[in-house]
C-alpha cells in the first residue's frame, strides 16, 4: 500500500509549509519547493505506512495547512 500525502491548501503560514516540504525533500531545490507549495494542491510525499502519512499531514495541520491523504496499492 502506498499513501500519498497533498498539501491541498497552504493556509496562512506559507513560509512553514515551504520549509516542511523542503526538508521532507532532502533540501533539494528550494526555489522548486516553493513553487511547489504556491501552486497547491501538490504532492508532499509519498509513504508505504499510513502512520507516517498520518504525522506528516498533522504536521503541516499544525501550522494551518490543509492536506488530504490518499491510498493506492
Do not use: Q
Request: proline fraction near 4%.
Amino acid at each position: 500500500m502506498l499513501y500519498t500525502v497533498i498539501l491541498t491548501e497552504v493556509g496562512p503560514e506559507k513560509v512553514k509549509a515551504i520549509k516542511l516540504l523542503w526538508n521532507l525533500n532532502g533540501k533539494a531545490d528550494l526555489p522548486g519547493v516553493k513553487d511547489a507549495v504556491e501552486s497547491a494542491p501538490c504532492t508532499v510525499i509519498e509513504v508505504t505506512r499510513k502512520v507516517d502519512a498520518e504525522l506528516i499531514a498533522a504536521t503541516f495541520t499544525a501550522h494551518g495547512a490543509t492536506v488530504e491523504i490518499t491510498e493506492a496499492e
